[in-house]
């Protein structure tokens, strides 16, 4: 099968507001073996939609759409869907009972808007919203193409595809489906993963291994297609292989696991904490290892220690120290890792300083230099970098190597493995 997804909502086509419907769809759509050839998105013009769902519904077996089904003027999915296959409205009784028991539950009186949210294009079938007052609905053109009408509430349209799009798809897939399994990989440069995997493109094919980069990160992601046994299989053995190249750097072996949340997870199976002293960072490694819930097991706490006076009031570094050799030192990173894990008593101490930009940087440290150390029972570990790109990335680069470089620490990897 072939597949195209149209994204509804003018709000869509603004700066503030992304698209991350289609995203949702296109994996079920992979799950099952289906070709996505199109994405559109378009705004609350009726003539605008119904013409390109002419246009979808001609080229491709599914057509799926998200937004428009509300209660307002300007949800105009329903009626573009219509005209688009040349049929007429009514309204679903039953649809209507159910929006409106919905409402008494809650204390609420139905608004006479919500009325529209019933109104259903003729040969439809209705599909029930568990999560919300807009039902959907799966429309048949006379080609035989599948036309999906979906809300735009994302949680909304989770409980719809499992409840409904998934199904469908099963019953059409005949168990041929496409999976895509991720190996994450942090603080090394693309070019230097591409080196290390490059025989499992002659094992596997060149097609069937992404590198994906972005700032600090990589993911290797495999893909089979198949019988669910046989890409299972063919899955395994790439992802084995990959492992076994990259060697490991590979920190994570799921798109949902994050750094923050495996570095967390080794400090909970070491019975470790840690404390940690930022400067340039101003907290970001802090927020990050806290941001993963049960944090409080492994993070005591620390300290944003921006000025040269609180690095010495708060961690103990030296004022001698930082006069002789700058705040964005060796000497102060280390010293910085070692005075908050001994202030706070933790296992492990991190420090960050650096120079984030725009301004600050000299001939001898320049915007991007920072330096990074950890400490722990028995040595400090240290490393100098200096990072590409703006402010923001200059941060969280830092925030991505230190988190690395703790979790290197807590597996005992050296840091050239």
């Known amino acids: 099968m072939k597949a195209a997804i149209l994204a509804v909502g003018s709000e869509l086509l603004g700066t503030e507001r992304l698209d991350t419907n289609s995203l949702r769809l296109t994996k079920v759509l992979d799950r099952h073996g289906v070709e996505l050839r199109a994405k559109a998105v378009l705004g609350d013009s009726e003539e605008d939609i119904a013409a390109e769902l002419r246009r979808f519904l001609d080229r491709y077996d599914v057509v799926l759409v998200t937004g428009g089904l509300g209660p307002t003027a300007d949800d105009v999915t329903r009626e573009a869907a219509a005209a688009a296959l040349g049929r007429g409205l009514h309204t679903d009784e039953e649809v209507l009972a159910g929006i409106e028991r ?12 919500n009325r529209r949210q019933a109104v259903i294009a003729d040969g439809a079938t209705v599909l029930s919203n568990r999560r919300g007052t807009a039902p959907g609905q799966l429309l048949m053109s006379e080609h035989g193409s599948a036309l999906f009408l979906f809300p735009g509430v ?4 989770d409980a719809m595809i499992e409840h409904h799009l998934e199904p469908w798809l099963a019953e059409r897939s005949g168990g041929i489906g496409r999976e895509t399994v991720t190996l994450k990989i942090a603080s090394l440069p693309e070019s230097v993963v591409e080196e290390r995997i490059a025989p499992a493109y002659d094992e596997f094919g060149r097609e069937s291994i992404t590198i994906l980069a972005s700032p600090g990160d990589i993911r290797l992601c495999a893909t089979a297609e198949g019988p669910e046994a046989e890409r299972r299989q063919r899955l395994e053995a790439m992802s084995s292989r990959l492992a076994e190249l990259a060697g490991p750097a590979v920190y994570a072996y799921s798109e949902q696991d994050t750094l923050e949340k495996v570095v967390g997870e080794l400090l909970r199976r070491a019975s470790a904490t840690i404390a940690l002293a930022e400067s340039c960072t101003g907290g970001l490694v802090s927020e990050r290892l806290t941001r993963v819930p049960g944090s409080s097991d492994y993070v005591l706490g620390g300290a944003v220690t921006y000025t040269n006076e609180l690095k010495t009031q708060l961690v103990g570094v030296p004022a001698e120290m930082i006069a002789e050799h700058g705040a964005v030192s060796e000497p102060v990173a280390r010293a910085m890792a070692e005075g908050v894990r001994r202030a706070l008593g933790s296992d492990y101490g991190i420090g960050i300083t650096g120079v984030a930009g725009p301004g600050g940087g000299s001939e001898a440290k320049p915007v991007g230099t920072v330096h990074i150390a950890v ?5 400090t570990d240290h490393r100098k970098v200096r990072f590409p790109g703006d402010r923001e990335r200059v941060r969280w680069h830092s925030s991505q190597l230190a988190l690395e470089m703790l979790r290197r620490r807590l597996l005992g990897i050296t840091s050239s493995s």
């Open 154 to 157: 994302p949680m909304e349209l």
């Open 375 to 379: 400490a722990g029972p028995v040595e």
């Open 102 to 113: 919905r409402f008494k539950d809650l204390g609420w009186r139905m608004p006479d808007v």
